[in-house]
């Protein structure tokens, strides 16, 4: 941000200075066409009062106007300007209205004089043709002898005259003023010099307004590339907050993922701990209803067996009453026959068998049991329907948490091309070959580099890791990829590097150096190396070079700082020239 208003504020004070400058040059324009047109060569102030005279019905003379190119030569002009001073623009009116051009003016803050017409006879060096007509008074009245130097002036001024000498001084008895000449009005060529000096400084305005618009366009250029940093911050500040974001969201995914799998762990254990008490419930469920129905089948055995005994005992008793004894029945098989009392006892025993229930178990005949296996197979629904809506949240996580990190591949995958294509262009500038090739992370969907160089051009790229570079030619790719980097977005202008030649030898300084030069257009370097004591081991592969040499044993101070250079006097200034900074 500071270098964006550092920018604005240096291109509003340039375009301010040029348009002061065109401002300035279209009044010496008019000035100019004024002037050979004959017009007054006045004020602006002036001529302005003296038009305002006019409309108020007061005739004026501008005495500077009338005046003009009256002198016979240079000298002369100088001797009547020292004389005249401030007067040479005086407004002359007629004495009757002197007292309201005076009013006039003091209404209007006029600045310079204003004095009235009337006879008089200047001898000295305000005598002048064109004198007359009503200026004799205000001539005779600041006339002046000339001296051509403050001796021959002083002998005037002690015999009681004023006197003028040509460097546009008067010397008075009790005023003296300096009025140096600027404008030669009174000059026989006075509208000539007064045109060359209007077009001398309209050239000097002319190559004011160049410059302004060269500096301009370098501002501008600056204050574009201040505007196109500010935009790469601010979107790699959101670029960051994105990453953040995402990263947050990611890291809720996997709290949530790792909530839901628990949540869904649990529920399957739960949905298996039912289902199989559900099993356990449907194997007794049928193993009471085999019971069941084998009592059921007991039971009606007993009541068929009962009444066959109960239809033979009837018959019996109805034929020991009513009928003898069958034939060949003799009373031995009367007396096999069980008594009435035993058939008694046997038949209440089975009543007793088919009335006694309370033998089987309760849960045998208890109904309950099929409600509690339907509330099982419910609540075993319930769960199952659960896992399924925890599944589903589940997949969506799933798919958000796979989105944030195809973003970030992509991300990652832009920013790496971009590295890779800085990366060619500077390995290529160098004179070697280089590429960088995405390649898997040491953690599971993670993602890494890999630098590949080839020292020479044609030679199969190395990976850095490799053996088979040295440690020169590793610490030239370390620098390399450093430029490559900050390359990116324009992030820097200005680089200063520390001992840069640590570790390398003449081929890889050498090859250094030529990228730097070679990259000088886009980016500034400052070095920091040591020297060999007379500060020329780095001087031959930089533009400009300080060096600081160290103490003598003995000596108190330290010699003089060195400035070395390359370049020649005319190249080293057009080196600073092009640089917009002054050579200090």
């Avoid at 030069?517 to 400009?544: E, H, M, N, W, Y």
Wanted: charged residues 25%; glycine residues 8%.
């Amino acid at each position: 941000m500071a270098a964006v208003e550092s920018a604005e504020i240096a291109l509003s004070a340039c375009l301010g200075t040029r348009h002061a400058a065109e401002a300035g040059t279209a009044t010496l324009q008019e000035d100019l066409e004024r002037l050979l047109a004959g017009g007054s060569a006045a004020p602006a102030i002036v001529r302005a009062f003296h038009h305002q005279l006019r409309e108020a019905g007061i005739g004026a003379i501008v005495l500077g106007d009338a005046l003009a190119r009256t002198a016979g030569d240079a000298t002369g002009s100088a001797h009547a300007q020292a004389a005249l001073g401030d007067a040479l623009w005086a407004v002359v009116v007629p004495p009757a209205h002197y007292q309201r051009a005076r009013e006039l003016a003091a209404s209007t803050g006029y600045p310079w004089p204003v004095a009235p017409a009337g006879p008089g006879t200047p001898s000295g060096v305000l005598k002048l043709a064109g004198s007359d007509g009503g200026l004799g008074a205000l001539l005779a009245a600041l006339d002046a002898v000339p001296a051509s130097g403050s001796s021959e002036s002083a002998s005037l001024i002690e015999a009681g005259a004023d006197a003028t000498t040509p460097d546009g001084m008067r010397h008075g008895r009790f005023l003296s003023r300096m009025t140096p000449v600027r404008e030669h009005v009174l000059h026989p060529a006075a509208r000539e010099l007064e045109a060359s000096r209007i077009r001398q400084a309209m050239e000097e305005s002319r190559g004011l307004i160049a410059e302004s618009g060269a500096e301009a366009a370098s501002l501008r250029e600056r204050l574009a590339s201040a505007y196109r940093l500010l935009d790469a911050v601010r979107r790699l500040q959101e670029t960051r907050q994105a990453f953040r974001a995402a990263c947050q969201l990611l890291a809720g995914a996997r709290a949530a993922y790792r909530s839901a799998a628990q949540n869904h762990a649990n529920a399957s254990a739960s949905a298996k701990e039912l289902f199989g008490r559900l099993q356990t419930a449907k194997a007794e469920a049928s193993s009471l209803e085999e019971r069941a129905t084998a009592a059921e089948g007991r039971l009606q055995a007993a009541e068929k067996e009962l009444g066959t005994l109960t239809s033979r005992r009837l018959a019996a008793e109805l034929a020991a009453q009513a009928a003898p004894l069958p034939p060949g029945f003799t009373e031995a098989d009367f007396a096999r026959l069980e008594p009435a009392s035993t058939l008694e006892v046997r038949r209440s025993m089975l009543e007793a068998e088919v009335n006694d229930r309370d033998r089987f178990a309760d849960d045998v005949r208890d109904p309950v049991i099929v409600s509690q296996c339907e509330a099982e197979e419910s609540r075993l629904g319930d769960v199952e329907q659960l896992v399924a809506d925890r599944s589903g949240e589940l997949e969506a996580q799933e798919r958000m948490v796979e989105e944030s990190r195809r973003r970030y591949d992509d991300h990652i995958r832009a920013l790496v091309r971009r590295l890779r294509d800085n990366f060619s262009d500077i390995c290529g500038t160098a004179g070697i070959d280089g590429r960088i090739e995405l390649v898997p992370g040491d953690m599971q969907e993670e993602l890494g580099i890999d630098v590949l160089v080839s020292h020479k051009i044609g030679e199969n790229p190395v990976s850095y890791q490799e053996g088979i570079h040295s440690g020169g030619q590793g610490t030239k790719i370390a620098i390399m990829l450093l430029l490559a980097a900050m390359s990116l977005g324009q992030a820097a202008d200005l680089l200063i590097v520390d001992e840069h030649n640590a570790h390398l030898d003449g081929t890889n300084t050498g090859q250094i150096a030529q990228l730097m030069r070679r990259l000088s257009s886009r980016i500034q370097f400052i070095l920091s190396a040591p020297t060999d004591g007379k500060g020329t081991t780095v001087a031959g592969s930089c533009d400009i070079q300080v060096t600081f040499l160290p103490r003598d044993p003995g000596h108190t101070l330290s010699p003089p700082v060195r400035l070395m250079s390359r370049l020649d006097a005319s190249s080293l200034d057009a080196r600073f020239e092009s640089l917009q900074q002054p050579l200090i």
